[in-house]
């Protein structure tokens, strides 16, 4: 016969990972992977002559004219020079679009007047301007960071006048009860309520500011890697092209993450999803 006993007895728990971690996990192995099973079978079929090497270098051909051009200094001479027309064509763009959208998004007076106008420049492709920015600021450094800057400035002012249009109107009501000047609506109520939207337009940006100065650079200038590519083009020196493409690919995502970490940092109240597993 058994006897009772008052002694609870406490299963050991069954240790098993997360299940969105699993997914984490498995999903960043995979974005390793991909790319470096493309370039494998990239490399493979260059060397059995399925593509064509004149258009296709192989990987391996192309990290070596990459470190030449490193050991060189060309290449990074041509990198800073991009960087900076970026740089200083985002800045000139994005601060006039963020401050122009954050007025216009609090007035609908002013919205009614600029909006329309805004509204028939934006198709017009940017880079169909150039040359009249350069007729208008000739060829140097100033017109490339105007035509940066006029790229940057749709896709951060279009994102900012969106953050401020979602603005809950329950807060401006509460702000004006509390007497509330028009300055500190800005900055305490619109500026932190739209700074998703103005990181989504900034990033935008970037991209377009990247597209467009690859372009710009094919004018006017003997510098950057959109003359890289240009002149590796007009030569035939395929494998320089796709290094210049390659390091606008890498400069472009290095930006982003930059900017993603700093949305991170500034927009501490934003809640970040996880991964869950649906299994």
């Not at 004149?54 to 990290?63: A, D, G, L, V, W």
């Not at 007025?103 to 169909?128: D, Q």
């Not at 896709?155 to 807060?171: H, P």
Request: glycine letters at 8%; aromatic letters at 12%; proline letters at 5%.
């Amino acid at each position: 016969m058994v006897e009772p006993t008052n002694e609870l007895r406490i299963l050991p728990k069954a240790s098993h990972e997360p299940g969105w971690r699993r997914v984490v996990q498995s999903h960043a192995v995979m974005a390793v992977a991909s790319p470096l099973l493309a370039l494998i079978l990239w490399e493979i079929a260059g060397r059995l002559g399925w593509i064509d090497q004149r258009f296709f270098p192989t990987p391996s051909s192309i990290i070596r004219e990459l470190l030449d051009l490193i050991s060189s200094g060309e290449l990074v001479v041509h990198l800073g020079w991009t960087l900076q027309r970026v740089t200083v064509g985002f800045f000139l763009g994005a601060v006039p679009a963020i401050l122009l959208g954050l007025v216009m998004g609090l007035s609908p007076t002013l919205t009614a007047i600029f909006r329309p106008i805004i509204a028939a420049i934006y198709p017009i492709p940017k880079i169909a301007l150039f040359p009249l920015i350069m007729l208008m600021f000739g060829l140097g450094e100033t017109s490339k960071w105007v035509i940066v800057g006029i790229a940057v400035f749709f896709q951060v002012f279009f994102s900012t006048l969106a953050g401020v249009a979602n603005i809950d109107r329950i807060y401006l009501d509460v702000a004006r009860n509390f007497g509330a000047s028009r300055w500190q609506a800005y900055r305490m109520i619109a500026m932190p309520a739209a700074l998703p939207f103005i990181f989504t337009g900034c990033q935008l940006g970037i991209g377009m500011a990247l597209i467009v100065v690859v372009v710009a650079e094919q004018f006017g200038t003997k510098t950057g890697l959109g003359y890289l590519i240009w002149r590796s083009w007009q030569v035939f020196e395929v494998r320089d092209m796709f290094v210049g493409l390659m390091m606008v690919a890498i400069l472009g995502y290095g930006i982003q993450l930059a900017m993603g970490a700093l949305e991170g940092w500034l927009i501490c109240w934003k809640p970040h999803a996880k991964t869950k597993s649906l299994l």
